[in-house]
Each structure stands twice: as C-alpha cells, then as structure tokens.
DNA sequence: AATGAATGAGGCTTCATTCAT
DNA sequence: GATGAATGAAGCCTCATTCAT
C-alpha cells in the first residue's frame, strides 16, 4: 500500500493524488487505507519516512564501506556516493517522487531539508578527518553544498534521458572532486573567506 | 495583484494557493481577480510568466556586459552571473515563491526545466569560445550542469539565513570555477568520457 | 434597449442572458440599463410587457376589421388573425424569443399564460355572436382551444424553413376552421358533454 | 433520485434547480447525486431520456393495439392516443415537468422537437394507409400538425383544474378528428395548396 | 477486518448589483 | 447622467473522511 501511495504521489503530486486512486493502485478501498493510516497526510509521511529510512541506511552502508578502506581514498567515497544515491533512485523508481513531493510540496519542504541536513551532519566528521584545519562552521557549509549539489544533480539527471543521465552522473562526480580537492589540497583556501 | 498572487503561491504552493486568500492579500475581491485572469491556472502563468522574462532579461544583460569585456575573463563572468541571480531574488522577495512553484508543482515542473534550459542553450555559445574543443554534446551538458547546480545552489542558501546564503553564494561560485577549469585547462578532460 | 433585451431573452433565454450582453448590445453600459430598470427581472418584466402590448393591439386591429365586416364572415375573422399573429412574428424576429421565454421560463409561464387568457376573454363575446345557443362556460373553453392552438401551431411553425412553415399556417387556418364549424353549424355538438 | 430532479426541475426550471435542493429532495447529499451523474447537465438528461423513453414506448402500445383493430378505426386510434398521454401526464405527475423543461429550457430545446418529430415520423406510415393518395411531404406536415397540437392541447390542459382539463381534452379529439375527416374524406383538399 | 456509498465542507467560478469617477 | 470596475453571494463540483453493512 505505501507503494501504491508513493507511485501515485510521484505522477501527480500531493495534493492532486487521491486517496481513492491510491487505494485503487493498492487494489484496496479507501476504508482500508484509513484503517492504516488516520489522514492522507500521515499516508504521506509513512510514504516520506520510508524514503528518509532507506536513503539513510544507503548512507550508513556506503560510508561504513569507506571508511573501512581508509579516509585517504576520498575520491572514491565521493564516487560510490553519488554512484549508490543514483542506482536507489533507478532501483526504486518511485524515489524520485516523493523526493519530488518531499521537496515540492511547501508543506513538506522542511522535510526534504531536514534529510539533506542530516546526511549533511553525518557527513562533517567525514570532512574533519580529511581536511582537519577547516573550522567547525565552515565545514557544515562544506557537507551542505556537498549534498545539495549532489541531490539536485541527481534530480536534474533524472528527469533526462538514460544516456544523458548518465554523462551527467559523471559531471557530478567530477564536480564535487574539484570543489572537495580545494579544502584537501590547500586547507587555508576557504571560498567563502574571500567572499 | 501578481505581486500578491507571487507572495501567496510561493507560500503555499500552486495548490493550496486559494483564489479568495490571493484577493484578500491583494486586497481585492474574488470577482477582480476574474476580471483580469480567467482561472486560477491563468493567474499563475502569468506569475510564472513574469518570472521567466525577468530572468531571462537579467540573464541578457549579465551576458551583454561580460562579452564586452572578453571571454578570457570568464571567471568574473560567472561570478558575477552568480551575484545577478542572487541579486534577483534578493530584490524580489517573491521570486523564489515563484522558482519554487514553477520546479515544484508536477504540472509546471516542464517549464521550470523549460527556463534552465533556455539559459543553458543561450550559454551554449559562450562555452565554445572558450572551449572551443569541446565537442557540441558536451558544450550541452557542461551548460546544463552550470545552470542546475547554480539554481539549486541558490534555492538552496535562499532557505538558509543570509549570513550563511553568502557564505554558499561564495562556495557555489569556487565550485562552478572549480568545475569549468577543468575543460578551460586541459580540454580533453571531458568526465563523461571516463565515466 | 428593450430592443436588445428582447434579442438576448430570446437566443439566450432568461437565466443565460446577462446583463452585461445586453448592455453590450444595446452599446450602452450596465450601469445606464439599471438607470432604467431596477434589476433584470424588471428589464424582462418590460420587454415582456411590451410584447403583451403589441399583441393586444394587434388583435383588437384584426377583431375591429373582422366586426365592421360582420360576423358571419367569421372564416376570414380566423385566416386573418393568424396570419396577423404570423406576420408580427416575422416582422419583430424577436417576437418569438420573448414567447418562448414567457412560457418557458417557469416563473413567467403564468404571464404567458395570461396573454393567452386574455385574448380568449375577448374572443368569447365573438363567439356569442356566432353561436348563441353555446353555454358561457363551453365558450371558454373554445376559445381557450382556439388560441392555444393557435399560439403552439405558430410556435412551432417558427421552428421550421420559411416554405414549411407557410405550409403549417395554411393547415392551422384549415384545422381550427373545421373546428370551429361543428359549433356554427350544429351548436348541439360541444364535444365535451360527450367526453 | 431521479425522481426528485424531476420534480425540482419541474417546479423550478433547468437553471433554477439547484443541485442542492434536488440531492435534499431526494434526501441524500450533493456528493451522492454526483456518484451518479458527471454533473447536472447529465442529470438533467437523464431525466430527460427517461421521459423520452416512456413517451416513446407508451405511444408504441397504442399503436400496436390500434394496428391490430384495422386502421379503418382511425377515430378510435386517436382517441385513445390522445387519452394515453394525457393518462401518463396524470399519472406520473412529474412528467410535465419534465416535458415543460426540455421545451423550454433553449439548451434542450431542440430535443423536445426531436421528440415530437419522432412520434410524427412514426405516425408518418400509418397515414399512408388511411390516405393513400396524400404526398409524403405532405403527410409529414399532416403527421406534424397532429403531434404538435395534441402535445400542446396537452400541455395546456394539464396547468387547468381537473373537470377543465377534462374538456379540453374532449375538444382535442373533437378537433384531430374533424382536422384529419377532411384528408380521409376528400384525400385532394390539403389546406396548404390553396395557400 | 474489509468495503465503498454517503457526507458535506470548501474551492473555483459566475454574474447581478453597486458606486466612485 | 454615463460608465464599467469592484463586490461578494451563490452555484457547481471535488474529495477527504466516516460508517453501516
């Protein structure tokens, strides 16, 4: 049923999903879907919840892995990152529209921020060891810019044909190493100083 | 009346957005509102309608004055197209409701991409004076990844308070410089091609 | 004004007319028709009246034409009087388009209902003259019969290309003479009492 | 349901009849009136078609019991016709209603004709045998004038008291019958070639 | 526990009427 | 007196939610 919510939030948003064509999806009825969930706004957060769950365990899993490898090799972990939030978004083909939904509905904007803040907070110890002389403020501004980049790069690349997306995948990739490699070569070189 | 129709879909989204609110806000009746719009949908066209000039209007003018200064001094060039765009929405306080609605509503998600696009074409051009390497698909590519990540970027520090929007104004910009030195340097680079 | 009342009443019908046409039409504004009329139902109710006017006298022309050749003539009494009543419709084509609303319009039915009501009233002394021995109360009812036919069989001709319709005409001059001829010439016969 | 939007459009008239009081009057919710018909214009029709359906199918048992008794007893077919609808007038009192709305409503009014013309055109053969030598076209206008009259004789009747009504429709018959006498009798007298 | 018809609050839209210019 | 923009009540319709079966 959370599946039926999701794909039917993700082809016609929030507020134009009905709750009785997801319950049709789920070939249920709308009675069912109330026995689970009190209002349609509780069967989003359920829906939203699962994919704030799922993308955080990809997180964990991806970040366990590097680190067991060592920090040294942070190219690497930038790679794999990117490369396992693009392969969730293709696997789970819904993804991609609750994040939509996550981030484009106003009301659940705060959501969306909050998951991309988190992952950005799990991040900064990462970015501590690499690049240790970077201050406490300036390497929460780092993980942000490093993980909304990444995610609106992501949802850019989604929404373009499979052979394109894939080119952009790349860019991104190459994006983010560029920027990363300023505070790891030359620590001191804090863009935001000179701003 | 845009202008109250701007601040109200910015806040509550295309959908939640009611006719009567909007007319409230500015300070009108329902009936007004009809008398210049037939529908709700109109009524956001042309919100939507409005942003897109001004941004491509602001998009001309940047451009205008940088190739009058030469393609060589392309890092000002983006630096200073970062600071239009910031600007903008600065000055205008509603247009990021707008940016917001136009990406986020699933029926006018196309032309949100519709504008990135323009400007990415409109950029197009630019990139091969100063790449003149590069072959045409990945001129198209290197645009969009220029334009997306700008726009997020600063959709992004607009939700953030202003001391720290600097600070990720200041970080998109080294990023961007970052990305595009790689083709300007060494032009062959092209990721996509290792990816 | 009322020219232009008359012509929107009748394409549009009451309630789908508005006011706002029927300024336009008259080439004035709505605020010079409500000068003159208090509200729509009023500028209707004048049009209306208007009609009931016209027909009025048209019907005493025909009956003091019909009387000064004398009674027994009473076939052409009735040729002429529809083809009277023919003739008004098609010289004011908007004619028609106030009957259809006057008894089309349920509010209005019973005005319609009284033009009808009383061209009946003023038929009855007639046929006194013509059939002295038929009852007050069956003399009603004849000349009920004959005006109400008269008005539908013209109605619908109205409906019908212009060479259709003459045809019509003739069969309702045919029609309600051999009506009528059972009471001239066996004033014994009131179908009524049979029924 | 139905029921009572026949009822409500009869009182009130298509556009009066608001959808609210119809559902009260069918004692249910405007939602429910909506699982069941896309929108009012659809209820309307459907009221409509049931009426339609009835005329249709009472005016066939007539005929068919008529047929089987010979056309020479064209009088009695008349009679009875003419006392079958008044029958279904006074029996589902709604009908008027009904009847009184697609006539006058201008939308539907042309399916009102139709429905008229039909029963004409269904009539069309049966005149055929009873006078051979009349023209088709002008039987269709014999068949026409028939339907027309005895629709709106009808019509009238019904808005009188009952022993009126009565009579009227006496002298309905009284007039078919004398009207048709002069196309039976004396086949070449059609009224309008002397028009 | 499952169903899906019934409910009615609330949104969009129209248009008779008013009133400042 | 003329105008026509402004007003807001009222109608149609949708859909989240409930509840009898």
């Not at 365990?57 to 040294?72: D, H, K, N």
């Not at 942000?144 to 052979?163: D, G, P, W």
């Not at 952009?168 to 300023?182: A, D, N, Q, S, T």
Request: proline letters at 2%.
């Amino acid at each position: 049923m959370l599946e039926a919510a999701t794909a039917v939030f993700a082809e016609q948003g929030y507020d134009s999903a009905t709750v009785e064509v997801i319950a049709a999806r789920a070939e249920t009825s709308v009675g069912s879907v109330y026995q689970f969930f009190p209002n349609k706004k509780a069967l989003f957060e359920a829906v939203w919840a699962q994919y704030l769950d799922e993308t955080r365990a990809l997180f964990e899993t991806v970040l366990a892995q590097s680190i067991a490898r060592g920090i040294a090799d942070w190219r690497t972990l930038l790679d794999e990152s990117i490369d396992a939030f693009w392969d969730l978004d293709r696997t789970s083909k819904a993804f991609r529209a609750v994040w939509l939904n996550g981030q484009h509905s106003v009301e659940f904007l705060a959501d969306g921020y909050a998951l991309n803040q988190q992952i950005a907070t799990r991040l900064s110890p990462l970015l501590r060891l690499l690049v240790p002389s970077l201050k406490v403020s300036q390497r929460k501004i780092v993980a942000s810019v490093l993980v909304e980049s990444m995610s609106s790069m992501l949802f850019f690349a989604v929404r373009c044909e499979a052979k394109i997306a894939r080119k952009i995948v790349g860019e991104c990739k190459l994006m983010l190493r560029r920027y990363l490699e300023v505070y790891v070569v030359d620590p001191g070189d804090f863009a935001a100083d000179r701003a």
